[in-house]
């Protein structure tokens, strides 16, 4: 049963009942998911074009990404809507324990990815291999970071790289080849916008799971009143399908 009459859960005074609350509720989640879905549908139309008239850039930048790590964020996230899914269903089944331990582990695991993300953006920032004018030097935008750092590299033995410059000889010979790539900041334009408001995604899922577990420790939602689980939790499997065409799209584009 979606919602019921109960002395501890009124629907509002503007709704004829408890049921017309909870489908308003609902169609007014699915609105703005849809909302969400376009303005990432924008980004995935802008990446197209621009990759079809660079397309050496996306292959050379797409070397820069760990895929193991973005396939790692990639498993915790599935992980983590099934976690969702279930805690929803506990929640619904009056299993408030189990509810509490389902949620919070979708928790845990948006930190683990944001955690993941911020290894892979200080590597980042740690290379130059960042968008726009924060790719260069100076603001004569001539030389960029890359290039200075590949120079180093090049003047450095295997070994003395790997211990003064922390980087391998996969690391460097990728890093040659972006540098040898015209326009490369490009791809990092698009990877950082695209997986910066993914990440502020996160941030917000997980804020919104917090605050639905607070209701659920609380006994403000339960078998007969679970619309706000509900809500978030849609909005949560959204975060994560959007991710699962990023990850391609980004990681294994090369």
Partial sequence: MNTAEH?????????????HQ???SKQGIWLFLVTEILM????????AIYHSLYPQVFHAGSKQLSIPLGAVNTVVLLFSSFTMAIGINYVQRGLKKKAIIALTATIICAMIFMVVKYFEYSHKFHVGTVPGKY???????TT????????????LGAQEREHKLHMDEHEYT??????????WPLFFGFYFIMTGVHGAHVLIGAFLIFWVLIKTIRNQVGPEYYTPVEG???FWHVVDLIWIYLFPLLYLVG
């Fill in 7 to 19: 002395a501890e859960f009124h629907h509002a005074h503007h709704f004829e009942s408890a049921d």
């Fill in 22 to 24: 909870y489908e308003s």
């Fill in 40 to 47: 990432f549908g924008g980004l995935f139309v802008a990446y």
């Fill in 135 to 141: 790719a260069y030097t100076d603001d004569t935008r």
């Fill in 144 to 155: 960029t970071k890359v290039a200075a750092l590949v120079k180093e590299a090049t003047e």
């Fill in 174 to 183: 990728h890093l040659r080849h972006l540098n040898d790539t015209k326009n």
């Fill in 232 to 234: 978030v939790g849609l």
